[in-house]
Nanobody, 123 residues
Framework: QVQLVESGGGLVQAGGSLRLSCAAS????????MGWFRQAPGKEREFAAA????????DYADSVRGRFTISRDNAKNTVYLQMNSLKPEDTAVYYC????????????????WGQGTQVTVSS
């Protein structure tokens, strides 16, 4: 099993930056593909970014591509989401998740989830 704990959320003005972190328990972190998802008020949870087990492959939702960067440090059992040029529409609860699948953007394929961290972007 993997336990995930997100941190780094908060309130930021439009155009600002935040860096989210997700710390994972266990010794097999490098065997999981990791993803970041987000859920805005009144909306369904959606994919934001994913990173492969080694970190060599990343992918992003079109809405965040070019502004967000996902990375991981397998030695520290941590995955990050650097968010730049934030917009009010980025306001959401952000969740990190882990899957043993080789690759997936579908939340239904992710087995473990953190509790989420709130990101609020003011205009």
């Amino acid at each position: 099993q993997v336990q995930l704990v997100e941190s780094g959320g908060g309130l930021v003005q439009a155009g600002g930056s935040l860096r989210l972190s997700c710390a994972a328990s266990g010794r097999t972190f490098s065997s999981y593909t990791m993803g970041w998802f987000r859920q805005a008020p009144g909306k369904e949870r959606e994919f934001a970014a994913a990173i492969s087990r080694s970190g060599s492959i990343t992918d992003y939702a079109d809405s965040v591509r070019g502004r967000f960067t996902i990375s991981r440090d397998n030695a520290k059992n941590t995955v990050y989401l650097q968010m730049n040029s934030l917009k009010p529409e980025d306001t959401a609860v952000y969740y990190c998740a882990a899957t043993r699948s080789v690759w997936s953007q579908s939340q239904h394929n992710y087995d473990y989830w953190g509790q989420g961290t709130q990101v609020t972007v003011s205009s």
